[in-house]
Each structure stands twice: as C-alpha cells, then as structure tokens.
C-alpha cells in the first residue's frame, strides 16, 4: 500500500513537473533586442569555447540543465533542439533547456505507466516493457516540436505575398528599407504578426550594429523557408546593385500569391484521397450495420422459428 502511494505521489509530481514545463515551453514572447544580445552572447561563447577545453552556461537552473545534458555528450542533441524551437518562433533564452525537462518528464511518466503495469512481472519483463516507453518519451515530444515548426512556417509562408506587397508600396512612397520594414511591422503586427516579429528582428538587429546581409542571413536561418531565402537575396543584390526594390518587390509578390493559389489547390485535390481512409473505416461500417441489420435480424428470427416448429 505505501508504495503504491508513493508511486501514486511521483507520478503525481512528474506530471505537474511536465505541465508545467509545457506550459512555459509553448508561450513564445517576442524580443527582438533580447535575441540580439542573445546572438551576441552565443558569438563570443562559441569564440571561448574555441579557445577553452570545456562549454560554459552560466549559473542558474536552465544552464545547469543544459551544462548536465552537454557533458554527457548531448551537444548535437542540444544544437538541434535550438534550432528547431527557433524555427517555431521559440526564442526565449531557457526554451532549450525547458524542452530537455519537458521531454524527460514524459520518459519519466511513460516508464513509470510501465513498471505499475509490469508490477508483478519478472526483472526481464520490467526490462523489455521499458523499451517502448523511452522511444515513445523520445519521439513525441519531437514530432510535438515539429509540428510547430510546420505551423509557424505555415504562417509565415502565408504573410509573405501581403507583406511583401506592403514594402513595395512603403518603399515607393520614399522611406529607406529599415523605415519601410518598421512601418510594415506595425502595420502587419495584428494582422501577421510572426513575421512581423521577424522584420522587426532584422532592423534591431541592423541597429545593434550588424551588417544587413547578416541579419538576413539570421532571418533565413531562424524561419528556414526559402522564399524568405530569395526575398534576403533580392534585397541585398538590390542594395548592392542599386536597382529598384519596390518594382522587383511587386513581381515577387504576385510569384508568391500565385505559389500559394496553387498550393491550395494541391490541397483540395488530395483532400478527396485523404477522406477515402475515413469514409471507408468509419462510414462505411455503419451504413453497412444500418441497412443490413434489420434485415439479418429478421432472417434469423424466421430461421429460429422455422427451427423451432
């Protein structure tokens, strides 16, 4: 009895741990000067990481995570996770180190679901039955992150034609391309606002001091999608060149508006193949069960009674 109790207690506290560490996980909160500096922190770690044997973190407890799961051989591990929580527009300075307790903490419940299951099994039983949990607690987790590394390049892949139209127009009128990209994050900022975000990221940073090409440069590698790749080209060739932005602006847009008309209609005509599966799994059964059944129930109560006489 006390065990299952206090079984009954960890498993309690790991999901209260593991809620909690999702809840702060998935909040995004936008600051572009905090990830300038943050950038600039990572610069000169990576410059004393190089001159030095070991990688610091700091103090604190998200450091102190990060440092434990680094010195046991998890820099590839640590280094991906970033990566793909920027991308999702996760740019918060403990995101990385909250996904490594997040995902800990569904290893933790998924093998402890396990061993109460296998609780009157044999060591090997117990072994083989935690198998399963530890690859599941791995994969969801990261297909969890996946998909809103999809949903946030969805939405941005969606504000590019409008956006874009937007700068041309702001650029025509005379403004320079920080001006215009400041005046189109606030138009845009209710309407799209994670790449609203972005833009407003690029001029802080070009602020802060960095060159425009490396600040786009960062915005392509953050967001990951490649009409954000051509749109940093074309500003820059046009910067470099002096060509006009505004007009080569315009034609993209209309590239872009017509990319995203003919995704949706490869969408609409894979949607009549992707409801085939259901219509066959669930609908079918039961027009079969609705129109038939009668009928069956009939047949055997006239074969039971002929049987009967």
Do not use: C, H
Not at 8 to 28: D, E, K, N, R, Y
Not at 115 to 122: A, I, P, V, W
């Amino acid at each position: 009895m006390l065990l299952n109790l206090l079984f009954f207690l960890a498993v309690a506290a790991t999901l209260s741990t593991l809620l909690w560490s999702g809840m702060q996980l998935f909040q995004p909160k936008e600051d572009p000067l905090s990830d300038r500096l943050d950038e600039l922190q990572r610069v000169a770690g990576k410059a004393a990481a190089a001159r030095g044997p070991k990688r610091s973190f700091g103090g604190g407890f998200w450091e102190s995570i990060l440092f434990l799961v680094s010195s046991v051989g998890g820099e590839d591990f640590l280094r991906d996770v970033d990566k793909s929580l920027r991308q999702a527009g996760i740019r918060k300075r403990e995101a990385t180190a909250m996904y490594v307790l997040f995902n800990l903490s569904v290893i933790l419940v998924l093998m402890g679901g396990a061993l109460y299951l296998q609780r009157d099994g044999s060591f090997s039983d117990k072994l083989l039955a935690l198998i399963a949990p530890v690859l599941l607690g791995y994969l969801l987790p990261r297909q969890l992150l996946y998909r809103l590394v999809a949903r946030y390049k969805s939405k941005l892949q969606e504000a590019l034609p409008d956006t874009i139209d937007l700068l041309g127009i702001v650029l025509s009128t005379g403004l320079a391309l920080d001006q215009a990209m400041v005046r189109v994050s606030e138009e845009m900022q209710y309407i799209y606002p994670e790449l609203a975000n972005e833009f407003y990221t690029v001029v802080m940073q070009v602020k802060a001091g960095q060159e425009r090409g490396k600040a786009f440069n960062a915005l392509v590698r953050r967001t990951g999608i490649d009409d954000i790749k051509s749109l940093a080209s074309m500003i820059i060739q046009s910067e470099r060149f002096g060509t006009s932005l505004s007009r080569a602006l315009k034609v993209y847009a209309d590239e872009l508006r017509m990319r995203r008309r003919l995704r949706a209609e490869s969408s609409i005509a894979k949607a009549g193949i992707k409801m085939l599966f259901p219509i066959i799994i669930f609908i079918f059964p039961v027009l079969f069960a609705i129109t038939l059944g009668p009928a069956m129930i009939t047949v055997m109560r006239g074969l039971s009674g002929g049987i009967g006489r």
